[in-house]
């Protein structure tokens, strides 16, 4: 396949990953977007559609860092949304224990006793986040001019909302699954953006 259609591939993936996380965090009910995490839809009668969005999503960027290393040659950002990708079917394939009082009748607070699943899901999430920050710092080497400085902005604001996510989470904040949506909204967003911006230079 051309890096265009690897890179669109890519953008579709993320597209589709936001547009899941948002309607249904807005259908489901018991569940409020506003606090809960994009993970915690995974849970429920309807949890298989959230997991299914996470194993496109690391499909999709395994196809997208492709597209990036054909198109910047890059290595370091084509492997760093790689690992990106892994750690997004990591997260669909291992979902999360009930928690933060859903599903309904789950624990309000985190159980007493996680299990092996939901320590590995969990773990993909910082993986994950850390990885795509570190493939903006390797591309901004590789762009020029605007998309220079929004790489940067994407990677410095994409930072600090993974380290708000973190904290909000641990302290049971009320607007957690409103930051970390803001965090997914930023990285996703730049994604879809930069896959345009590559695809219409690329000869």
């Known amino acids: 396949m051309t890096a265009e259609v690897v ?3 890519g953008m579709a993936a993320a597209v589709v990953f936001v547009t899941v996380l948002l309607i ?10 506003i606090y809960h995490t994009g993970s915690e ?16 999503l690391g499909v999709g960027m395994w196809a997208f860092a492709a597209g990036v290393h054909g198109t910047t040659c890059s290595v370091a950002a ?11 079917i990591v997260a669909g394939v291992f979902a999360p224990d009930p928690v ?9 607070g985190p159980p007493a006793k996680l ?11 910082p993986i994950m986040f850390l990885a795509i920050f570190g493939a903006c710092l390797a591309l ?16 410095v604001v994409g930072l600090a909302l ?31 953006l930069l896959g345009i911006h590559l695809a219409t230079r690329s000869p």
């Open 7 to 9: 890179l669109l591939v």
């Open 24 to 33: 249904e965090g807005a259908l489901r009910p018991g569940y409020d977007p």
């Open 41 to 56: 839809l995974e849970l429920g009668e309807r949890g298989w559609i959230q997991r299914a969005s996470f194993l496109q």
């Open 78 to 88: 084509g492997l760093l949304l790689a690992v990106f990708g892994l750690g997004s």
């Open 100 to 108: 933060r009082g859903y599903p309904f009748g789950a624990p309000s």
């Open 115 to 125: 299990t092996r699943q939901h320590k590995i899901h969990h773990l993909a999430g």
């Open 140 to 155: 901004v080497g590789r762009l020029q001019g605007p998309w220079q400085a929004y790489t940067l902005v994407t990677a």
């Open 162 to 192: 993974t380290a708000g996510t973190a904290l909000a989470y641990q302290r049971d904040g009320a607007r957690t699954g409103l930051v970390q949506r803001g965090l997914i909204v930023v990285y996703l967003g730049w994604i879809v």
